[in-house]
């Protein structure tokens, strides 16, 4: 039999073996973890910055709210996880922001 | 009024009735490259079989001005019929009528059918194209979807049930369709989604296109929501009349048996396969050299593509293959391919119909996203899919069994009644390299030249381990063949297996990973 070339094939590694083989787009598309930095205050859903509480350089003190972030007609308290600073801020009052979008930034 | 004229009377309502919106939204339905409910009821069905119910039931509703507006079969026709002679009861939502909305009525004739295909124990196909629930009607409509959804459940696992998506289906109406055995869309017709793009914009900010959101392809390829995809509604309706070939009527019969045809492949099986465990081919090449006609209609194509499922047919008799792909992501297990096949196992084992794995991979996908993603929860579905099934389970080992995805796909130890491998079969607890690393750790990092000591170890691992007749040798495999016995041996072990009778402890029902 005459063997086809296949097209599009690519080293892909499982355990220590790689195999030939083809990738998905989902696969290709998936998203790449990346190790939380406890400093960033990302949105944990997608919605709209209705408040914010502080300014740069304020001194926080752990559970203090920091904003408002509304989404799914809840008022979403978004509270100071450790007692810190405000490093910077990344969004104004009114923003529509997705899921995951760097917020504040603080520090210890 | 005389008799004829009687007729004649009943000649003339008929005719009004059955021109659902009338004219002018027919002209628009057609516009959109659509056929109206009507004609896709008669292109799916035999010639004159279909016999239609409930042509005259008028809506209930009486506020907001509806008491003024007659909507011609509340929307919906329904009736039964027959595809290839098989008795079918069927549904077809009319958008030219109030856009095929859902009022109590409409969800009135849909249940009715429905509690018919129950009874009558035979298959119900439901097409849907409706723009959702009749706000007009409140309540009411919702009342309409709950109870849809309460026989669908009633019936899964009964009768087949068949969604063919020709329209918009969006909201609470999906999951009648999820609820359902298949799912069929139409590239650029079919819609499906929970919350569409307007509220998703106004709620969350994020603009996306309805096709993007939930057409035909995102549903074929990325969710997994469709089963079959097609370019237009009559491919679509030849793939339905397809399916029915290969289905029984209900879970006490079996599918019909047709006059056994020889593969058109007529080369060397394992010609098809490289020796070289890393090297891919495409397993469907495998599949078709095996069964009837080389015919195999595969399930779900484009989702998933790293394991394949599908029907085909041995010595004439329905059989549903779940076969590894190494053409893609090296037919590893993840999320997805376990959903996929977990699925499709249960659904050949609730209508008698015995499953043959083809088994070929590495193992699971390693990844943050998947052990997030809960591939502990979905792989378990496949263990758990195999473990219950009682129809006849044959596995042919091709090349790798490594670790758990041995176990997972039909092992023995799962109840497999027959268990074939290829010589080229390697069943190991994982792949040479992997293995040789860690039982020969020492000495590889003792040795002067480490990758010339892992290369012998790997080698020594391969030739003691690498093979089937480890396994063999403890009765795990019942044979080793050659690739070209294979098919004589399915129809074998299908034939032996026909009387089967295995059952399961008695129980109100399972928990399965869900």
Not at chain 2, 98 to 127: F, N, Q, Y
Not at chain 2, 215 to 230: D, I, L, Q
Not at chain 2, 321 to 347: E, T
């Amino acid at each position: 039999m005459a063997k086809q070339k296949i097209e599009g094939l690519v080293d892909f590694a499982i355990l220590s073996m790689k195999y030939k083989t083809k990738l998905t787009k989902k696969f290709e598309n998936r998203i790449v973890y990346e190790d939380p930095n406890p400093n960033n205050i990302l949105s944990y859903i997608p919605g709209t910055v209705n408040e914010v509480f502080v300014k740069v350089g304020q001194e926080v003190k752990e559970g203090e709210s920091l904003m408002i972030l509304e989404a799914m007609k809840m008022r979403n308290q978004i509270a100071m996880p450790f007692d810190g600073k405000v490093k910077a801020i990344h969004v104004k009052e009114g923003d529509r922001i997705p899921k995951n979008h760097l917020m504040i930034e603080i520090e210890e | 009024m005389s008799l004829k004229k009687h007729i004649l009377d009943l000649r003339k309502r008929k005719e009004q009735v059955q021109k659902g919106g009338g004219d002018k939204a027919i002209e628009k339905q057609v516009a959109r490259g659509k056929q109206t409910a009507r004609n896709r009821i008669l292109a799916l069905l035999d010639r004159d079989s279909f016999t239609e119910y409930d042509l005259f039931v008028e809506h209930e509703a009486r506020d907001f001005g509806m008491d003024k507006k007659q909507l011609h079969g509340d929307g919906v026709i329904i009736g039964t019929g027959t595809i290839y002679g098989a008795p079918i009861c069927i549904y077809a939502q009319d958008f030219t009528v109030e856009g095929g909305s859902l009022g109590l009525m409409h969800a009135r004739k849909i249940t009715k059918i429905m509690d018919h295909a129950l009874k009558m124990r035979v298959p119900c196909v439901g097409i849907n194209d409706s723009g959702g629930a009749r706000i007009q009607e409140g309540v009411n409509a919702l009342a309409g979807y709950g109870e849809i959804f309460y026989r669908n459940t009633l019936s899964s696992g009964v009768i087949p049930q068949i969604s063919v998506i020709l329209g918009p289906c969006a909201g609470g109406a999906v999951y009648s369709p999820a609820l359902t055995d298949f799912v069929f869309v139409v590239d650029n017709i079919s819609k499906m989604f929970i919350t569409g793009p307007s509220v998703i914009e106004s709620v969350l900010g994020e603009k996306i296109s309805m096709e993007d959101l939930g057409g035909a392809r995102v549903h074929a390829e990325t969710t997994g929501n469709a089963h079959f995809f097609s370019n237009s509604e009559d491919e679509c309706f030849e793939q339905i009349k397809k399916l029915i070939t290969f289905i029984p009527w209900s879970n006490t019969k079996r599918a019909k048996t047709f006059p056994p045809k020889p593969p058109k492949f007529t080369g060397n099986i394992e010609d098809l396969i490289p020796a070289d465990p890393r090297q891919p081919y495409d397993v469907r090449d495998v599949i078709k050299a095996i069964v009837d006609d080389s015919d195999f209609f595969e399930i779900q194509e484009l989702w998933a593509a790293n394991i394949v499922i599908g029907f085909g047919r041995l010595n004439g008799e329905t059989v549903g293959f779940v076969a590894n792909q190494p053409l893609v992501l090296a037919g590893v297990l993840d999320c997805d391919s376990s959903d996929k096949a977990a699925r499709f196992i249960r659904y050949c084992d609730a209508f008698n119909i015995p499953i043959v794995t083809l088994e070929d991979m590495p193992g699971y996908l390693p990844g943050v996203d998947q052990e997030h993603a809960g591939v502990i929860r979905h792989g378990a579905k496949v263990l758990y899919a195999y473990s219950e099934a009682t129809v006849p389970k044959v596995t042919v080992i091709l090349r790798k069994a490594y670790g758990g995805g041995y176990i997972a796909m039909n092992s023995r130890h799962l109840g497999a009644d027959f268990m074939f491998a290829w010589p080229t079969a390697e069943i190991a607890v994982m792949g040479p390299e992997g293995a040789a690393n860690i039982i020969f750790r020492k000495e590889i990092e003792e040795a002067e030249d480490k990758d010339v000591m892992r290369a012998k170890k790997v080698e020594e691992y391969k030739e003691k381990f690498a093979n089937p007749f480890v396994a063999a040798a403890k009765g795990y495999i019942d044979s080793v063949i050659e690739p070209s016995e294979t098919r004589d041996l399915l129809l074998h072990a299908i034939e032996v297996s026909a009387h089967k009778d295995d059952h399961r402890p008695a129980k109100k029902h399972g928990i399965p990973p869900f």
